[in-house]
């Protein structure tokens, strides 16, 4: 009597499982089928066997995404396909060729971003210049007015005194503790801060020497750009996303609340005073608001969004130059020697304009970037439509499509002086080889 209603609490159970295994392989096989059939048409990317439920995941590990990611595509071409969990399908461009194929042939199709479940939160992604869909107004918009009013060579002039006094701030902050201990990172963060703060809205987010402000503009960045960073099981189980069960869409609602909260009053403060006028990118964006090219909302995104994605990109940069430096003593010497030679008795007035003049910094910097890039991988690219074709694979619709940067460094001519050769080695970096030269 027992073992019968025992049985029988445990056969629902039973008869679930049996009906979710076959639902899911009545799911592969339709796909198979399908995916087989439309490869008649059109032939897919080759890539490692995947497994039901997690895909390509246990092939994945490593410790840098990017590096696993150059040693299978060592082992199954430039291009290639992997599944992450249940439902994600990504496409890996790993050649230089094939890369330059995709952003020249099919940057349009290719100019969406797949959206991480955490950006998700206070509809954030329906508003970002990042990640709406490229056929809608508001995204060709906001991409205007980057190009013309933020990213154009008359708005960086524009903002250049300003990025000349704040890096001066800088300066003279380290200058002050000369032979005391300094935290680079913090300090060349809140800087670089300050230079984004100072061209968009003049004035200070960070307090250089100052104690760190709990909750402040910086601290709430860095946490956000820390939590959309970890792999999320809602992006690989979209299944699961309402869940949100590791909490992050929830965390990232709450940090982006406040960071909206303060960037507001930025924005309410200057249109309440809208007499004086400040000649930056704030003063160019309301203009844009009045005239109704634009909304109000979008102000506060677009400031947020090259906070986001400006600060910390500047920060590891600079901080893995001067760590590189610091184990390369004769590197060091050798930039120290260049400064001096160039710059020296001019302590108070260096500006932008010394910078061409100090080639082995320069080298020393982009050296840095090969061995570190700080966006391997750049930003994850989305297929939006079919027509993708990549080295004569077909990029399936909603793919996501990874550039492999480390293995595609070259494209174009801002990278013409990085040998790419030496490119290849940043897939794994061992040391400073190059620059040797004076
Ligand atoms: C050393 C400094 C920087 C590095 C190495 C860097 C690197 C990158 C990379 C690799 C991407 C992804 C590109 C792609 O997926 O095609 C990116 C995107 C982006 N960066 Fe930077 N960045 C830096 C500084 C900045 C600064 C200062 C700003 C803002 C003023 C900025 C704003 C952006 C924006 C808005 C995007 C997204 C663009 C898009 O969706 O098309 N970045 N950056």
């Known amino acids: ?8 609490s445990w056969l629902p159970w039973a008869a679930a499982a049996l009906a979710v295994s076959l639902l899911y392989l009545l799911a592969v096989g339709w796909r198979r089928r399908s995916t087989a059939a439309a490869g ?35 082992r199954h071409g430039p291009v290639m396909m ?22 020249t042939k099919h940057d349009r199709r290719l100019a969406a971003r797949p959206v991480p479940d955490a950006l998700r939160a206070v509809g954030f992604s329906d508003r970002s210049m990042i990640f709406l869909v490229s056929s809608d107004e508001r995204w060709k918009a906001m991409r205007f007015i980057h190009a013309t009013h933020v990213l154009s ?36 963060y809140g800087g670089m801060l300050n230079v984004l703060s100072g061209a968009f809205f003049s004035a200070d987010v960070f307090d250089m020497g100052g104690e760190p402000v709990r909750g402040g503009l910086p601290e709430l960045l860095h946490e956000i750009v820390e939590v959309v960073t970890k792999p999320n099981v809602s992006d690989l189980v979209p299944l699961l996303r309402r869940l949100d069960l590791q909490g992050m869409r929830r965390a990232t609602a709450r940090r982006f609340e406040r960071v909206f909260h303060i960037l507001d009053g930025i924005i309410d403060r200057r249109s309440a005073d809208d007499k004086v006028k400040h000649g930056d990118y704030l ?21 947020f969004e090259v906070f986001a994605a400006g600060s910390d990109m500047m920060t590891v940069s600079v901080v893995w130059a001067m760590a590189e430096l610091l184990r390369n003593p004769a590197a060091m010497a050798k930039v120290r020697a260049e400064m001096e030679h160039v710059l020296g008795g001019k302590e108070e007035d260096i500006d932008e304009d010394d910078a061409a003049r100090l080639p082995y910094l320069e080298a020393a910097w982009r050296e840095s970037m090969r061995l570190h890039p700080v966006g391997p991988l750049l930003l994850p690219h989305l297929a939006a439509e079919d027509g993708v ?16 940067a480390c293995r595609t460094v070259g494209i174009g001519n801002t990278a013409a002086r990085v040998r790419v050769a030496a490119a290849q080695r940043a897939c794994r970096p061992r040391s400073w080889t190059w620059p040797r030269g004076s």
Do not use: Q, W
């Open 283 to 303: 003063d160019s964006l309301l203009g844009l608001v009045s005239t109704g090219k634009i909304s109000r909302d979008t102000v506060t995104i677009m400031l």
């Open 1 to 8: 009597m027992e073992r019968s209603s025992e049985l029988s």
């Open 389 to 404: 074709v990549i080295g004569g694979y077909a990029v399936p619709r909603g793919s996501t499509v990874l550039f492999n």
């Open 153 to 188: 060579p008359g708005g960086l002039a524009a903002a250049r005194a300003v990025r000349e006094r704040k890096v001066r701030d800088i300066v003279d902050y380290l200058r002050r503790r000369a032979g005391t201990e300094v935290d680079v990172g913090h300090t060349v």
């Open 40 to 74: 008649c048409r059109r032939r897919l990317p080759p890539g490692p066997p995947s497994l039901p439920l997690i895909g390509n995941l246990l092939s994945l590990r490593g410790v840098f995404f990017h590096h696993t990611l150059a040693s299978l595509a060592r």
């Open 82 to 103: 992997l599944k992450l969990g249940l439902t994600t399908t990504v496409v890996v461009v790993s050649s230089r060729d094939a890369a330059s194929e995709a952003f």
